[in-house]
């Protein structure tokens, strides 16, 4: 694995080989080529403004204020808190008529860590593919509109779906945004990533004294540790594919009380939302077997849930195409295949595609570390970002000017609805 993840000290001039041939519209790449690379500089910046200024979910204030401010400079018509404080629309339109190109900024950070994951990146490429499709469209005369969204919250907020929900993507005809993680050099992965369900378990015991009178209580602790143990004897037996984590959380415990109060928050994922709810069923009996073996009652609470990312073919296709030809690999392998995100409900709800695309990273450096923060404000990162936005914006403009394509993607999208199992 270590000869073929992208390290900081390989050289970024070695890229794989190109296949011939010719891409859609040459002429549209080369203005979303030049547009890029022209803006490369100011995109840089705004990203290391971005990773200098890491906030949280739901608290984006720095990172809305930053990007609202780009893109009214670059001529977009902006809306500030967009049905949500920290969210943001910024919209393009160009004649008459004509079809609607979605795409998505995400802004928050991790605690503790900063820009684990890579956001600032996100953030730029969304403006970096909204930049191109505007500068085609103004150069060679396509009609159509551009709607750069601005989604808080990815990191536990499920901010897309609520931004969903009030309307913020009934315009669009397709949304797409991308995603850093570790993999081969110069590759964009085209992976989906795994449905996800968080759950709340809250155990109600009793107090007793410790020492004196142990006896007289139910220890809501313990019956978080058998559930914790439940669950790490139920891994043996669930699909390699299939993830379970969760934590502890607790209040005024003390080590001569017997803890009358225990919260668990665990996550249960699975390649498929279905695949996950089947997995999700057997570590509920675990909660419930720790409560009847503790004495103590139990509350589940099952919370939002992620739907995996499914990728339409159509437009990965057109990107498959465009990135052999112009610019490197596609894998299906990296990505953030073992992760999840919110992009998955949206792509379950309208055609969308989210590529991964390979940043240089340490060893045991990938997303939601220190070293993947240091990683996500590297300039060789920036040059990655910007060749994945190049070839999504070449993507969102066929969409714009080939009408059949976009039937194709819709088709495609009603297919795929058949086969969610």
Not at 100 to 129: Q, R, W
Not at 380 to 404: I, N, P
Request: net charge negative; with cysteine.
């Amino acid at each position: 694995m270590s000869d073929t993840v992208w390290r900081p000290e390989d050289d970024p001039n070695i890229r794989p080989p190109l296949q011939g041939g010719q891409v859609y519209r040459p002429d549209i790449l080369n203005v979303i080529e030049t547009s890029l690379d022209g803006l490369s500089g100011e995109l840089r910046a705004l990203s290391l403004d971005i990773h200098d200024h890491p906030e949280l979910k739901f608290e984006e204030k720095y990172a809305h204020d930053a990007y609202t401010a780009f893109m009214k400079k670059h001529g977009f018509t902006v809306t500030k808190n967009y049905h949500l404080e920290t969210a943001w629309v910024a919209t393009y339109t160009h004649g008459q008529g004509g079809r609607v190109l979605g795409i998505n900024s995400e802004m928050d950070a991790l605690p503790g860590i900063g820009h684990a994951c890579g956001h600032n990146l996100i953030g730029i490429s969304g403006v970096a593919v909204a930049l191109a499709a505007k500068a085609a469209m103004e150069n060679l005369n396509i009609d159509g509109k551009v709607v750069l969204l601005g989604t808080p919250a990815e990191e536990g907020g499920f901010g897309k779906v609520m931004l969903y929900e009030k309307g913020a993507y009934d315009e669009m005809d397709v949304c797409l945004m991308c995603h850093p993680a570790p993999g081969p050099r110069h590759s964009i992965s085209l992976s989906g990533c795994l449905a996800l369900s968080r759950i709340t378990v809250e155990y109600q015991g009793h107090t007793a004294h410790a020492g004196l009178s142990p006896w007289e209580g139910q220890n809501a602790l313990d019956a978080a540790v058998l559930a914790y143990n439940n669950v790490s004897l139920l891994r043996q037996q669930i699909k390699p594919t299939h993830r379970v984590h969760g934590i502890f959380e607790g209040k005024d415990w003390a080590p001569n009380i017997i803890p009358d109060h225990a919260i668990m928050q665990w996550l249960v994922r699975a390649p498929t939302t279905s695949e996950m709810e089947d997995t999700r069923k057997r570590v509920i009996s675990c909660f419930e077997a720790a409560a009847l073996a503790s004495g103590c009652k139990v509350q589940i609470t099952i919370g939002s849930v992620g739907n995996e990312i499914r990728q339409n073919k159509a437009l990965g296709d057109e990107l498959t195409d465009v990135v052999l030809k112009r610019y490197g690999a596609i894998d299906y392998e990296w990505g953030i295949k073992s992760a999840s995100t919110d992009f998955g409900n949206i792509s379950y709800l309208m055609p969308g595609l989210h590529p991964g695309f390979s940043i240089p990273t340490i060893p045991d450096g990938g997303n939601h570390t220190l070293g993947f923060t240091e990683a996500a404000r590297s300039e060789v990162s920036h040059d990655a970002c910007l060749v994945v936005s190049k070839a999504l914006a070449a993507v969102g403009m066929r969409v714009l000017t080939d009408e059949a394509f976009l039937q194709k993607v819709k088709d495609t999208f009603e297919e795929d609805k058949k086969l969610r199992v």
